[in-house]
């Protein structure tokens, strides 16, 4: 069976001979890890048009020849940048030979310290992996499944925890690490990020850190959580209702949103623009008077990390392909009134897209 993390580096060789660069030095590690498999961090790799090294030190050689059978690599023992040239140079012995840096991970000063010693043979180049990473294989497309379903397992049994249990005195905080330890306990590896939890006013703040405001009697209560399975991530976000009050309006707001989503949702599909789906969006919530209250982009692609290529934003250029993961999650934010947001995983397939998270979102379906 074909590694595939050989077939990804593959695909980058590719792309650097189509923008006749020799190789390409690759600084970030999430990036470092989807090529070569290497949980490790701080060890820069180098795709070449001759081969692939992973720079790495005394601390990993075992983790390496585990994680990357079959992948070289050189150990370091001086300044990284000599190691990072010395390499460059054993594998494409030109003088003329280009070498590319990740320019968006890269720092000034490794720059600079490669710059004196490369003189004009070096480049940046922005996102070559990250758009590579933009779509997604089957089997990634599965761990993005597994994902979600840990997630919505863990939320379900939290629901049903607070619908059963006496709320008033419980705090965001105690929610957030409630929902993750549900996630641990259903398989996840960790949560995909912070588990976002507000009462009430507090979801004014779209990432709303949780405190130690509590539930009460009666109310609203934004969550925005993920899972991480098999180094694949999922995101979604609902809002609960629970007891007998809730704000003023809250029902034709919640409506607004969602109905802002499933007009997004409706609107995917391979050759739209990101900035297109996310003008069907906006462009309704600002017909419905909220314009000025939905104050972030649609969307954004989660795959390894939870927020990455492409972003639904009204400032994409991005073309929307088969394979892509996005998020769609519009929102309302009223200061001193709190806040709405609806986020749904969606796949773009040959002909349309599928929701991938499957928990109901119309207001019965969040109200205990």
């Known amino acids: 069976m074909v590694d595939i993390h050989i077939l990804r580096r593959n695909k980058v060789r590719r792309r650097l001979c189509q923008l006749e660069v020799d190789a390409l030095l690759v600084t970030n590690d999430t990036n470092v890890r989807w090529l070569t498999g290497f949980t490790g961090g701080d060890c820069p790799l180098i795709i070449s048009v001759e081969g692939d090294r992973l720079l790495t030190d005394g601390r990993f050689p075992l983790q390496v020849e585990r994680e990357?059978?079959?992948?070289?690599?050189?150990?370091?023992?001086?300044?990284?940048?000599?190691?990072?040239?010395?390499?460059?140079?054993?594998?494409?012995?030109?003088?003329?030979?280009?070498?590319?840096?990740?320019?968006?991970?890269?720092?000034?000063?490794?720059?600079?310290?490669?710059?004196?010693?490369?003189?004009?043979?070096?480049?940046?180049?922005?996102?070559?992996?990250?758009?590579?990473?933009?779509?997604?294989?089957?089997?990634?497309?599965?761990?993005?499944?597994?994902?979600?379903s840990v997630a919505e397992t863990a939320f379900l049994a939290l629901k049903d925890e607070l619908a059963k249990k006496r709320r008033r005195g419980t705090t965001e905080l105690d929610v957030a690490r409630r929902l993750e330890t549900l996630m641990r306990e259903n398989g996840a590896q960790a949560p995909s990020f912070p588990t976002i939890v507000a009462v009430g006013q507090n979801a004014a703040h779209c990432h709303a850190v949780p405190g130690n405001t509590r539930l009460g009697a009666a109310g609203t209560l934004l969550i925005d959580w993920g899972a991480r399975v098999d180094d694949y991530v999922s995101d979604s976000t609902r809002v609960l209702v629970y007891g007998d009050e809730t704000p003023s309006n809250f029902a034709k707001i919640y409506k607004i949103v969602l109905d802002a989503q499933r007009k997004a949702i409706d609107a995917i599909r391979p050759g739209v623009s990101c900035a297109t789906i996310d003008d069907v969006?906006?462009?309704?919530?600002?017909?419905?008077?909220?314009?000025?209250?939905?104050?972030?982009?649609?969307?954004?692609?989660?795959?390894?990390?939870?927020?990455?290529?492409?972003?639904?934003?009204?400032?994409?250029?991005?073309?929307?392909?088969?394979?892509?993961?996005?998020?769609?999650?519009?929102?309302?934010?009223?200061?001193?009134?709190?806040?709405?947001?609806?986020?749904?995983?969606?796949?773009?397939?040959?002909?349309?897209?599928?929701?991938?998270?499957?928990?109901?979102?119309?207001?019965s379906d969040v109200t205990i």
């Not at 690599?73 to 990072?84: M, Q, T, W």
């Not at 954004?300 to 492409?310: Q, R, S």
């Not at 709190?338 to 499957?358: A, H, K, W």
């Open 68 to 148: 990357a059978p079959g992948l070289g690599y050189v150990l370091r023992n001086g300044p990284l940048s000599e190691l990072v040239v010395k390499t460059f140079r054993d594998l494409v012995p030109s003088e003329s030979a280009l070498l590319a840096v990740e320019g968006n991970s890269i720092t000034y000063s490794f720059a600079l310290s490669l710059q004196s010693r490369l003189e004009e043979r070096m480049t940046p180049l922005q996102n070559v992996i990250e758009t590579i990473r933009q779509v997604k294989k089957v089997g990634e497309i599965e761990a993005i499944r597994r994902a979600i």
């Open 281 to 363: 969006a906006r462009s309704y919530i600002r017909r419905c008077g909220y314009g000025d209250n939905f104050t972030h982009g649609l969307g954004h692609g989660i795959g390894v990390e939870v927020h990455e290529a492409p972003s639904l934003s009204a400032s994409s250029s991005t073309v929307l392909k088969a394979g892509m993961v996005v998020t769609v999650e519009p929102g309302i934010y009223i200061p001193e009134w709190g806040g709405i947001r609806i986020e749904d995983d969606v796949l773009v397939t040959r002909d349309g897209c599928e929701v991938l998270t499957t928990l109901g979102n119309e207001l």
